[in-house]
Nanobody, 124 residues
Framework: QVQLVESGGGLVQAGGSLRLSCAASVSPFKINVMGWYRQAPGKQRDMVATFESDGTTTYANSVKGRFTISRGNAENSVSLQMNSLKPEDTAVYYC??????????????????WGQGTQVTVSS
């Protein structure tokens, strides 16, 4: 069973900070990548930051230098520290995990799983 639980969203003034956390339960599967995506009303869901199992991180240009994704304290968890928040950061933020699943014939398939989303609102 795969389950992703997010926390940390809320309302903050421009220039403030929030920290999002995501805990994934994927046993017995393996997580290749965890990340955060966001979707504003009427807009496409876009990648914010990703964290690969080898520690490689990737950021959207719009958040680079302001957001930091890191491994959480618990296994299969990830955090997103968001500083210098801007109104355009307002969106529902979704935790994502890419999970490798091995079938009985030995073939691995990567599947995406999503959290329920947490609202981040940045006021002007």
């Amino acid at each position: 069973q795969v389950q992703l639980v997010e926390s940390g969203g809320g309302l903050v003034q421009a220039g403030g900070s929030l920290r999002l956390s995501c805990a994934a339960s994927v046993s017995p599967f393996k997580i290749n990548v965890m990340g955060w995506y966001r979707q504003a009303p009427g807009k496409q869901r876009d990648m914010v930051a990703t964290f690969e199992s080898d520690g490689t991180t990737t950021y959207a240009n719009s958040v680079k230098g302001r957001f930091t994704i890191s491994r959480g304290n618990a296994e299969n968890s990830v955090s997103l520290q968001m500083n210098s928040l801007k109104p355009e950061d307002t969106a529902v933020y979704y935790c994502n995990a890419v999970v490798s699943i091995r079938s009985t014939n030995g073939i691995y398939t990567a599947s995406n799983y999503w959290g329920q989303g947490t609202q981040v609102t940045v006021s002007s």
